[in-house]
């Protein structure tokens, strides 16, 4: 017997992860009745795998999210124990932030933030079905056969769909390790008409730090002044506690290879297509057998637990060996594992079946969102989650979709990709996936995105005036260093000489002066009291601006005309099969995709430039027509 | 496309050579019905016989009545020019006839093909790309045989295999860079150094550079050069025209002020097709006819690609050629001493423009000194260097264009890597060399340039 739940919801979320927590949140802050189902309430936020969020071009997603009124930022600036700036030395637009979480504290405070929002309930239960009416979702059923029903389903399922477990050549469902599988969700997608894929992650063991002999390894400590990820965040007060690194030798290798051939992945046991960017410790041995060596670093998992993760040493080998390898590299001659490395297959829907706003081709309010789509990463999810849980949330209000440019955010160039290129392998997000990088740096994300937050109703006000207040603070300080002079006696004339470079004329502009590659903002300011910028992070932000201004403006003339295909769109119903003139390959892929603009349909690998010359033909044939 | 297969919706036909009468006038059909509509056409059953092959029919009108006694060849896709079946009927080189059949392939369903259609379709269909269509377009029009060779060697892939490999050397320079943003010093990626980066970006420059010097001559090759004969009044302009032109084209007399408007003719010149055009002697004049050709000479010399300013060696020259020197002093010219077979009494030694100036004596009369003359042209317009004649020179201002964008692109992420700026910047200008040259080969290609490029097609190519 079925049981209808009496209470309709504006949105339903599927999954308690970090795409799902977003998403719940982010439609419940917008007004939305909204429901959260997931198998384990006390598994909310988990972090599968690294007990960290941030790192090359994901802190630039964590920053984005937060830009647009997202919890991750603030969740890590609460639990974090340990904050870096990476790619420092490599220049302000690949500048990414990265902190290690406090893994239970950091589920907490997640949870918390869900429970903390009226309208949004949270219910452990397993979703089996998504009930589909006239072609549209009308909600779910779970495995106790309760039918919730909702205007709108958001699916955040993560790895667990028919998730598999492998340690060595055993293996077994789950969701995770410790997890129950959701073994019908996805056969109920794909009697719907989704393609379901097979893709496949794996992570390490997790060891034992009372076993562990630090004083064999290299201390590293955080930043001294570590830099909260949250715009509305101005110091990270917490104590900060250090990792440690280590390195394999030759003996782990060799113990590696000794037990190659009970590894699931070179015995073939294992079909889905792995990460290639995230290899574990047996694909780098193989791989790379000249490398004498592998870096290994100690995370600590919290502060409340002993638990630590050796960040390198992802593995699925068999158990034995797995003991066996720890115990070659250094500090880890005793090392007790608490639990063991892993890899998980699991099914994941094609992306190309979803439009940019994440609701699918197939059936009218649904989302997906996360590791279901084929990406991998907390921040990756996380970024999908908000972007669905706003749209999910607009469809129930009946507002237009919210769509990021790929010259506006990062999260614009992941679910751009995902739509258009579909997954081959698990997504990560690289810098060099975008190509206006410059304009999309961590410290301009509130720039970029705050306006958009705001008006979806995301953003609380408070925020906004906040923003608005450093807005204007750096127009005006941008105005001060173009009109502010150097005097024939100032001191930074005598800074900027010795920093190098040629003699500073008087009478130039300071921005002038900050132009030279030698001159910093804060030489400007501590020469010049009355300089100061009043609202922290401006002033940077101005130096940037003014140093790069080239750079920015060619990137953003480039961007401007790109923008142009974006904006020629096809009706939903184009007839992409009858297109005249498109060779058979190309159509396929066109109707494979069904691309919103001639702006995507150009970037399907494939589509020739001939074929968007017929398309651009034909969109206007159409359009004469209609007329 | 990946051998794809096109599809045209209709079938196209028009006349494959020009109008007129002639021995044999071919007319070209290709398309999807391009088979059935010939069979009803020749009588020929394409299924019965060889492809690519000639075969003797009876060509009939829309009545079906048995007009003219020609030849048919089936081109069966993708093995045509179009990539499309493509059909080819040899008549009598009658326009009628050719206009008759033709109107009966249309009142069978075929389309009369729309300017540039076949080469549309075969650039659509993965048979050539950009620079190719554009060469098989100047092969066409090339108006020497030089010219014909230089559009032959583009229309068979030239600039794309002079390109592809720099492209290739700039997207993997592009890769490193990428590598050294994106992972982690820890991960042990080496990141690649500004002295690396400089040293890759200049040897891929001079490739470029070298590149675009063939558009020196690939241009003129292609779009011909224009030489003007300027100088005062009675110096001999017209008389040197006729003399290089090897005709009596322009009327020569001792009045000063005998030409009024200009006058030009055609010569090649190491194989560029050159514009030789004579100029009203610049001059003061209160003669309002005679005005306005001064104003239309100097027209043609601020446009000319070079200028052969003549003095009259006979006399010594005066305040007036000085005045007309100073105007084309700035631009490409050469300082002729004409009337060589007087007695001379001015060298040209206070005419040198932009430092010294080698000057030709020259007799307009007994053709002394032309020839030496006429090299020194050809080397003044087509320097030596650029492309070597095996490759295909660059010939249109699009080609030079996208080239010169990836050299600057270069060029900046030189400067900016050695002035310490981070890889990104230098990256951004890596990444804008790399599409720079994928425009030029139509990879990424703006819907105005191909729209530009279709037009100047004609029926039938
Ligand atoms: C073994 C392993 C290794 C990993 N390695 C890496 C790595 O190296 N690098 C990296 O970047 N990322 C890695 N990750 C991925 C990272 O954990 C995920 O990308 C991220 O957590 C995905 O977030 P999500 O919200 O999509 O899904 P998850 O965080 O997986 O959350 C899914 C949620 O959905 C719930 N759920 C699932 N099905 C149902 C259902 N039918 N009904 C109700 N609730 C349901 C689950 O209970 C869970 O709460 C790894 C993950 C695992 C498991
Ligand atoms: N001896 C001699 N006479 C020449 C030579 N070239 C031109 N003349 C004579 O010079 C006179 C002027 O020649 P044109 O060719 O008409 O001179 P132009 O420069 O065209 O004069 P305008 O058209 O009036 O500007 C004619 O009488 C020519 O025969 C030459 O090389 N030797
Ligand atoms: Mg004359």
Redesign the pocket.
Known sequence: MTYEYPTEYDVIV???????CEAALAAARMGCRTLL????AD??GL????PAIGGLAKGHLVREIDALGGEMAKAIDATGIQFRQLNTSKGPAVRSSRAQADKQRYRLWMKQALESVYGLDVKQ???DAVLVEGGKAVGVETNLKVRYRGKTVVL??????KGLVHIGLVNFPA??AG?FP?MK?SDSLRTLGFTVGRLK???TPRLDGKTIDFSRTIRQDGDAEPVPFSFENSKITRPQIPCYMTYTSAATHAAIRSGLSRSPLYSGVIQGIGPRY?PSIEDKVVRFSEKERHQVFLEPEGLSTAEYYPNGV?TSLPYDIQVKMLRTIPGLERVEIVRPG?A?EYDFVDPVQLHPSLETKIVENLFHA???NG????E??AAQ?IVAGINAAGKAKGLPPVVLGRAEAYIGVLIDDLVTKGAQEPY?MFTSRAEYRLLLREDNADLRLSDTGYRVGLLPEGRYRQFLRKREGLVDFVRRLEETRVAHDAPIRRLAEAAGGGPVRTGISYAELLRRPEVTVGMLLSCDGGLAAGVPGVAQQAELAIKYEGYIRRQEEEAKKIRKYEEMRFPHDFPFEGVYGLSTEVRDKLVRVRPASIGQAQRIPGVTPAAVALLLVALKKGKTRSR | MEGGRFRGESTIVAPATPPGAGAVSILRLSGPDAFPLARRLTGVDPAAHPPRTLSRCGIRNASGAEIDSGLAVFFPEPHSFTGEDVVEIHLHGNPILVEEVAAAACALGAVPAAPGEFSRRAFFNGKMDLTQAEGLCDLIAARTAASARAALRQLNGGIRAAISPLRERIRNLLVLLEASIDFPEEEGIAPISAVELIERVSEINGSLSRFLESYERGHLLRDGATVAIAGVANVGKSRLLNRLLGEERAIVTETPGTTRDYLSGELVLSGIPVRLVDTAGLRETEDPVEREGVARSRRIVAEADLTLFLLDGSRAAHDGDRRAYDEIASRPHLLLLNKCDLPPSENGGDFHGEGKRKTFPVSAKTGEGTDALLREMARELAPEGGATLSEAPMTRLRHAAAVRRAVEALSRASRSAGEGMSLEFPAADVREAADALSELTGEIAPEEVLDAIFSSFCIGK
């Not at chain 1, 972090?47 to 690294?50: D, G, I, K, L, R």
């Open positions: 599927v999954g308690g992860g970090h795409a799902g189902l997931t198998i384990n598994a909310i972090m599968s795998c690294n239960a397993m979703a955040c399922t993560g790895t667990f769909l969701g995770r997890d959701s969700l992650t794996g992570t995230c992802s892993y998980i996360g590791q279901i990406t991998s990463g907390y990756e999810a989650g990560r």
